[in-house]
């Protein structure tokens, strides 16, 4: 059974980086063609996508904020990480990381509330 | 960039209803183009990928179709508990969202 759970700080000032955790099990991210990504959604908006890990260490970036991201992960441990510097309110969101196996993000976390306040 | 245009953004349609969902691409997206149905409260869940192909438990009544620029979700008969909010997702550039369409039962 794949399960994936999201961790985070919850709430953070204006231009601090944020860090989230992405934990899973049932699966390895050093399989052939894993991979993970995290996706945020705004209160009662849409979702966006922000990055995907691939099992090679493979990194995409949304081009919106690429600047902003850097995506990691720990094989090891099974935990899949992602940075955002330099936040502001325009970055609230629930963030949530998903399994991406052939085609589609498969399983997702329950997803972490964020909110970015001074 | 992609865009992706879904419509209509809100639907009310009746218990036992054929139910169709439109996303449109900016561009052509090669079929790659996935379906996803968001409860209130819940995480995202994938219904269908890479166009036409039936995501592991989801009911059959569930189906997608498309090509190029324009993809389609069709519900056959409206269950209540399809009461949703629903993304499509291309991943042939980049990946991007449609902006969702809030499905209701009438």
């Known amino acids: 059974q794949v399960t994936l759970k999201e961790s985070g700080p919850g709430i953070l000032q204006p231009s601090q980086t944020l860090s989230l955790t992405c934990t899973f099990s049932?699966?390895?991210?050093?399989?052939?063609?894993?991979?993970v990504g995290w996706i945020r959604q705004p209160s009662g908006k849409g979702l966006e996508w922000l990055a995907n890990i691939w099992w090679d260490d493979d990194k995409y970036y949304n081009p919106s904020l690429k600047n902003r991201l850097t995506i990691s992960k720990d094989t090891s441990n099974n935990q899949a990480f992602l940075k955002i510097t330099n936040v502001d309110t325009a970055d609230t969101a629930t963030y949530y990381c998903a399994r991406i196996r052939d085609g589609g993000y498969r399983d997702w976390g329950q997803g972490v509330m964020v909110t970015v306040s001074s | 960039d992609i865009q992706m245009t879904q419509s209509p953004s809100f639907l009310s349609a009746s218990v036992g209803e054929r139910v169709t969902l439109s996303c449109r691409a900016s561009q052509n997206i090669n079929k790659y183009l996935d379906w996803y149905q968001q409860k209130l409260g819940e995480a995202p869940k994938l219904l269908i990928y890479n166009t036409n192909n039936l995501h592991t438990g989801i009911p059959s009544r569930f189906s997608g179709s498309g090509s190029g620029t324009d993809y389609t979700l069709t519900i056959s008969s409206l269950q209540p508990e399809d009461v949703a909010t629903y993304f499509c997702l291309q991943r042939n550039s980049w990946l991007t969202f449609g902006s969702g369409t809030k499905l209701e039962i009438k």
């Open positions: 049932g699966f390895s991210l050093s399989t052939y063609g894993m991979g």
